[in-house]
């Protein structure tokens, strides 16, 4: 690895992967005028994200076209329906913006029908479950240690309580997805739905694999891909679009638009699909968000759109080597996507994850505790941290930011009891936020 990059030396243009951003620009004069709290609370959070470093890696930062888009004046319109079949008048342009919405999506990942309407990307397994399954049936998936997801089975969602669920997991020894076990709990537990795509597995799916052994048992297959939609679009990530029966996502994390979720499917069960999110699951969709999805869609088909994913990839890649560097165990020796998760137990046996995550949160670097696969912690203090790259790819940090930034997580967590070293890592934060800003002045 080579030598951290000085203030200066790090300003890698944001504009290559977001071009002409206007500034942030927001007085909040209006909300001011009726609720003073609430706008001193907006306003912080406009500082607070400015002035720190956004890891966690289900968030992002969206242009302010979106941010525009979503506070729109759509947020008074109810649009029950779909486009051209709505249960109320006046949802002409609703009904504009929702169709470029399902268009543009089409276009980026390929599929035959899409689904923009789910309020997030719970609800659009949600919808997938309530359009295929009986309560009772089974399911399939990762366990949540391993890097799955609440939505896929765990006891204390709904999930959990309707179906009957059994989870497979990765290989203790690589950290990689254990397919053959896969295989092997799927021919003895016969599910009528096996879920892929996850919340913190760190490597490619190999979605064909996956779909050959639910076509064995004869399974659906649904493909979650919440967090690296974006990266699916660019095309640097294999897509299951295709290959399996639904893919479901988020629409903001690595895509940047609109906050929501989304289905997509074939034409055979469009229908289904469409009838489990409205009526079945919700009513008047957000078409204020699902104007931001619309506009961040359009923007991800940019050129530049590619090139920014790519660098989340490559900036995760240079975070995993300088982890390594430092000694810290990486679950699966690295990654292949947005994010890193770190086990700490071998580093740093005494730090459970929550008290590295206060420590670095002290210093400007907002991260999140995470279960690792064999946890033996809490998961409300567990014995992980998850650290992604969408938000500073988006902020303009290029390899040579980004392993400055590795480095000092490792000097926090290093030092996590030690305020003057804290102090002095958030110092070099400001300097790094203040080289690059959200959104220009």
Wanted: some cysteine.
């Amino acid at each position: 690895m080579g030598v951290p990059a000085e203030a200066g030396s790090v300003t890698a243009d944001r504009h290559t992967y977001w071009p002409e951003q206007p500034a942030f620009g927001m007085d909040y004069e209006q909300v001011r005028a009726v609720d003073p709290a609430v706008a001193d609370a907006l306003a912080g959070e406009d500082d607070r994200q400015e002035e720190t470093l956004a890891m966690i890696a289900s968030e992002n930062h969206v242009s302010k076209a979106v941010l525009e888009a979503q506070g729109s004046a759509l947020t008074n319109k109810y649009a029950e329906g779909y486009p051209g079949k709505r249960y109320y008048a006046g949802c002409e342009y609703a009904d504009e913006i929702e169709q470029l919405a399902i268009d543009r999506a089409k276009e980026l990942w390929g599929a035959e029908h899409v689904n923009v309407q789910p309020h997030s990307g719970t609800q659009a397994n949600q919808a997938v479950y309530f359009a295929t399954l009986e309560p009772g049936d089974k399911i399939l998936s990762l366990d949540l240690t391993h890097g799955g997801h609440l939505s896929h089975g765990h006891p204390a969602n709904f999930v959990g309580q309707f179906y009957e669920v059994e989870q497979y997991e990765v290989d203790p020894e690589t950290g990689y997805l254990d397919y053959e076990g896969l295989a092997e709990m799927a021919d003895e537990f016969d599910p009528d739905m096996i879920v892929s795509g996850y919340s913190a597995y760190p490597r490619e799916v190999e979605w064909q694999r996956i779909q050959d052994v639910a076509d064995e048992v004869g399974a659906y297959h649904l493909a979650d891909i919440a967090h690296i939609t974006g990266l699916v679009a660019a095309g640097v990530h294999q897509s299951p679009v295709g290959v399996t029966d639904f893919v479901t996502g988020s629409t903001h994390k690595t895509i940047r638009a609109g906050r929501g979720g989304i289905v997509m499917t074939s034409e055979e069960h469009a229908d289904d699909i469409d009838n489990a999110v409205f009526p079945g699951g919700q009513g008047g969709p957000l078409m204020h968000n699902i104007a931001g999805k619309a506009v961040g869609f359009k923007e991800a088909l940019e050129p530049e759109f590619e090139e920014y994913a790519q660098q989340v990839v490559d900036n995760a890649d240079v975070l995993a080597e300088t982890f390594a560097d430092h000694g810290f165990e990486l679950v699966s020796g690295g990654t292949d996507t947005h994010l890193v998760l770190v086990d700490l137990r071998e580093s740093h046996p005494d730090l459970p994850g929550g008290e590295a995550e206060e420590a670095l949160a002290d210093a400007g670097i907002v991260l999140n505790a995470n279960t690792v696969p064999g946890e033996t912690r809490s998961p409300f203090n567990p014995s992980g941290i998850r650290a992604g790259t969408p938000g500073l790819t988006t902020r303009g940090f290029d390899e040579a930011a980004t392993e400055e930034v590795g480095e000092l997580i490792y000097r926090v967590v290093d030092n996590h009891d030690d305020e003057s070293v804290i102090d002095e890592v958030g110092d070099r934060i400001d300097e790094l936020c203040g080289a690059h800003p959200l959104y220009d002045e």
